[in-house]
Each structure stands twice: as C-alpha cells, then as structure tokens.
C-alpha cells in the first residue's frame, strides 16, 4: 500500500508528508500523473532540470515550480513526443525548515536529484532526514511507500520496474528489494551487493561464476533460472528488459547483450549505458554525442548519433541530463538551452506482453463487511497501452465495460456493478482484458472468472448465490429451504417449524436495498405477509414481517415471473378463482405492492400458471402457463409495460402426471432458468432451461417428495 510513513521517526516523516501536501497545493500543481494537456510538441521548455528519468511513456523530472521550490513532476508523453502532458507533482523534493531533503548529488546544473520511474507512473528517489537516507517510491505528489525501508547512507537505486525495486546502501553494504502493494506475497529481500536487475517479480543477479546469472522468483523466494551469459568476468551490471540482458564487466571493460530466445549473447560497446528494448543508448562526451546501438535483430548495428549533448563536467550523466524509456519507450535529454527534447528510438519494440500481474481472488462479496468490496486486479505491461476491461455475465451479455489507458499498467476496479450503475446478480462472471499498445499496435489479451455474491438475487433465489432454492411446506409444519450448488440438485436445507396448515409460500424478491430477496407468504386467513429477506436463513412465523393486506385467499394461484414492468424490480402475478383473471401487482420499491392490474381474463383452463423467471435471455420475467384440457405447455414472454405477449408452444402433450410445476430458476449453474416438476409418485425431475425459451428433456433428481404439502 502506499502510505505517508512508517517505522521509526514516523511521526516526524508524517508532518514532512503533510507539509508536502500543502505545499503541492500552494505550488499550483496537480497529483494525477496521467492528466493530459493540450498537444504541445517538443522541445519542452523548461527553467532547469535538476533530475530525469523516462519510463513508460512518463517523463519525470525534477523542475522549479511557480512558486519557487523544486518539485519532482510527470508529464505523459506520446510516442515520439509528438503530444506533451501538462506536469503535474510527483512531490516536493527541497528543504523543509527540519532541514529534510530529498537527496541530492553534484551534476552540471547544481545539486540534482537521482530519480528512478518505475513504468507505472511511481517514482523512486533517497529522502534524507537526520543524516539518514530511506528509500522511497512516490505514488502520487502527496504519498508514496516506504515500508519500513532501513534507515541507511549511500543508498542508490540499482533497478526498478513496476511495482518491484532494487537498492543499495554502501553504510551496510547490502541490496535491499522491495515491492509496492503486492499482495499475495511479502517479496522483502535482503542480500549481498551484486550487478542486479528486476523485471517484474523476477530479480536477475550476478553469480560468482564469470558470466552466469540467476533469475529469482520474489513472491516464492526461489532460483527459477539460471543462464550462462559467455561473459568473460563476474559481471558487474546488469540490465533486463523482457528478452534482453544487458551486461558489462566494468566501466571499461566488455560488454554485451545476452537474448533470452536465441540463447546467445552479441558484443556490444563499453561505457556507462541506459537499456532500451531492443537498443542502448551512450553518451560520447569526447564527441559530444548521444549514441544509439541497436540490437533488435540479434546482430548489432553501428552505433549512430541521435543528439547532441556537450560532454559537461559530470563524467555519468545517467538520469542528471538523459534518460531512456526501456518500455518501448524513446530517449530524453536536456539541451544546453534547458529544453528537454525527445528522440524516438526507431527500433522496432517487442510484442505487447505482461511482465507481471497481481490478480484479486476469483470471488468478491459485494456485502463483505472487511476489506474492498470490489475486483481490484493490475498487469504491468512491457509498453504503454490503451486498454478495455469487459465484464459478462453467464449468458455472455455484457454487463461493464471499463477502459484505461495510455500506460504501461492496467489497474482495474470494478466495483460489481452495470453500465447503469445497479449491483450485478449473483453468479459466475467472465472477464477479458484487452491492451493494445500506442506504439507498434500490438495487442495482449487475458481472460478469467469473477463469482459475484452480495449482488442481485436471481429467480427463486433465497441463498444470494444466484441459483433458486426450492421451497416446501411438510405435514408438521416445517417451511423448507431445499438448496442447489448449481449442480442440478439440491444439496442441503434449512427448515423453520410452526407453519399452520394452509400456508402457501411465494419466493419473491429483494423488495428494500439489502439485496437479499423477500418471502411472500400467504396466511391460512388470507393476509399476505412480507418475511424480510435472510439471505439464506429460514423462516418461521415469528420472523420479522409486514402484512400486505387480507382478503387474498380469492387467489387460487400466486406466483412471480421476475421483472414484468421494466423497473428492475420483481412483481406477483395472482390468479383470481372465481374468474380465472391475471392481475399484476407490481413491487413499488418501497417494501410493498402496488395496486392489482388485470392483464388477462378467462385463464381458468390452465390447471398451473408458473411464474419461470427470464426463460428467453431479454431481461424479463415470463410465464408458462399448462393447459389442463391437451396437456400443451405454453410460454408467455414478459415485457417492460407489465403486459404478456401472446402465447408460445413450448410442449404438446406434456406433463400430465405432473401435480407440481415450478418455475425454480437457474439449479445448474449455466444462467438460465430451469424448471422442476413432481409426479403423483413422489418423483422431482428437472428440465435444463436452454435460454431460448424452452426446455431439455426431464432428468430425475430425487424421489419420495410425495410428503409434501406443498412445494413453491
């Protein structure tokens, strides 16, 4: 997590963190490091630049702010430099009255400070407060990590990429690694100094073996790779960018560029470099000359000029006048006149690629009292990109559709919710990620599952896992839950005893905002009951109710086919017995139903009209009605004006042993509604809804339901 301080002294760095933070306010500058501002072409003028560092697609610097201090700033930079974000803070990096400072080194402009971007819009630099130096990774220009980062002096940054990060400390002599906000592992590391580099979660260090190097699985502490480079000498720097490994044995010693795919190394120019993908960049001082070797192909081209940059007075000018952006990115640096100036690469980049990811869990409860809420995933990238994260539910509909972007990380955060901004419903959601890159036009996609509960209940669904719980009524009057795990039958129950004979049960739906669906039922005496929702709890006649009025025993049938009137919401359809009319009651989202509406008459030849949930995938409820003349089973569509189109056969000639028909949901786990049915034998059978509107062919699931007095 990203947080103000930590460790010892925290309460001093806490009030240095405040301080910051006013001072960001007062200097005039923004925190989002992704804000944009009109195109704006290179050079970018500036008044000095102290500090400079380039990765994915950020450049960073360190600056003069309106108001008179340095500031660490971001601008976001477009392939080539052809548009320039507007800066905004990455932090305020002079003096404070305790006499803390961002530490600095000498270069030609002063005293400047040593930035490392990471590639996902954070940024490293050494703090130093009563002689003592911490490392921190600045998130935003108000917060940044620090972890209990040991207090040390001579700290540098050896690497950094993403989240992950690599440091060292002559006081100690050690190499320190770190990560920000990983969450599956602490990847915290000590160990002796070596040539090191990291790559996402893996760190790349120098063995004692002239030319070998071994690669370290962070999050599970192991050696996962081991590569023999043919360099002659125990190396002394490393550099890794997806399949490249930069190498050299000293300032002036050989050097060379190890290919992960091709397994072999090439020979490529000593001097202090900065790794791009595919191309390293020196500085000729003796010429006065940025110089760029490229290395794409696996034979290395001649070194050719790409700026001219005085040789200065500071023998490496690495990240204190020029930067390279090793995330198929460009090359910076700052021209004698004080103008930063962007030079593209030319070098074609490697395909767009993750380097790491920290996926949340397949699962997230939408009601969950601790911890998020909400699916929070990131990917780094090994470029910048645009990038479309789609949400479906089970019937492949798509129900969210974020986008991001430009940037070499992916953050997503979705918060279970539709484009509309109301809860998904409770069941398995498919997930793709799309990136493409802003440079070279590739493209990385990914995929998963999300299982959603403390959403929307589905059809019949009394448990909030999305599948619909049968529900039955016994001789002693025990009200039963029958509970599915989305295998086609029920598993488990759950009963609640002192029901009267009589009493006819109607799984209804959330009629508050709990999301947890409500039971309806109706009284030996005709007085219609709201049971507040238990979310998978069972009922008794004590539990908390509201009465819905009386005189409902002139209802034969009662029952709910889902969403009838486009609202969202659930409604009850009720048959009248001396008449056979259909009458719409409508929830009115307040905990009770509306009025009753006619919407059809004369159904009195209909031995079972069954409320069946969404059967044909348009988003609302519909109904089956079977006809007790010919036995054909017929399908009602519902619509959004609380009205049923005409009649659709589904079956001839079907189901006339049948004395039970229920409209039970979806008890397969697939997303669409099935229907179970029990014979005069006592048999329950199971059709598979096929979300067209119609039914497979009937499996048996369970037998001696014949105790039943009733089953809803």
Known sequence: MARLASSAGRGARRRIAALAALTVAAAGLGTVPNAVAADAPAPIATSGVWGIDFAGGVLNTVEIAPSGPRYALARRISPGGA???????????????????????PCDAGACVLLRATGNGHLGRFFVDDGKERAQIWTTGNTYHSSEEPAVTGGRFVDATGRYFVYEAASTGKQYI???GVRRADVRMTRPVTAASVWGS??????????VVTATDLEQKKVVQTVTTGAPCVLEELRTVGRWIYWNCGPDGAAGVYDRTAKKSVTVPSGAALVGDGYLVRHDRTAGKLLLTDFHTGTVAPPREIADLPAGGTVDQRRLTWAVDKFGGDIAYVGPDKAIRIVPSGVPTQPLAKIESDLDAGSVDLKSKEGSRSWESSWQLNAPATWTFVVKDLRGRTVRTLTGGPGAEVEVNWDGRTEKGTHVHNELHTWT???????????????????????????????????????TLNSVGELTLHYTEGKGKFDWKRSGA?????????????????????????MPNGE????????????????GHTSLGTGWNAYDILTVPGDLTGDGRPDLLARKASTGDIHLFADDGKGRLKPGVKIRTAWKGYSKVVGAG??????YGDVLAHDKKDGTLYRYDGTASGRLKERVKVFAAWGRSYDVIVGVGDITGDGKADIVERD????????????????????????????YKGIF
């Open 528 to 543: 219609l009951r709201r049971y507040n929702g238990k979310c998978g709890n069972s009922y008794t006649p004590g539990s």
């Open 498 to 522: 002192g029901w009267p004979k009589g009493t006819v049960a109607v799984p209804f739906g959330d009629m508050g905002s709990d999301r947890c669906a409500e039971m309806l039922v109706r």
């Open 178 to 180: 770190d990560a920000v």
């Open 202 to 211: 893996a760190l790349w260090t120098a063995a004692s073996t002239a030319g």
């Open 614 to 619: 969404d059967l044909n995938g348009d988003g």
């Open 83 to 105: 548009t320039v974000g507007a800066p905004v803070s990455m932090g305020y990096v002079d003096g404070y009255a305790t006499g803390a400072h961002a530490k600095s080194v």
């Open 680 to 707: 005069s034998s006592g048999n329950l059978f199971r059709n598979n809804g096929n979300g067209k509107g119609s039914f497979g062919s009937r499996t048996k699931i369970a037998t001696g339901w014949q105790g």
């Open 433 to 471: 990620l799309t990136a493409k890159a802003v440079k070279g036009g590739g493209t990385y996609t990914t995929s998963g599952k999300i299982s959603v509960g403390g959403g929307l209940q589905g059809h019949h669904d009394q448990g909030g896992s999305d599948f619909g719980e049968l529900v």
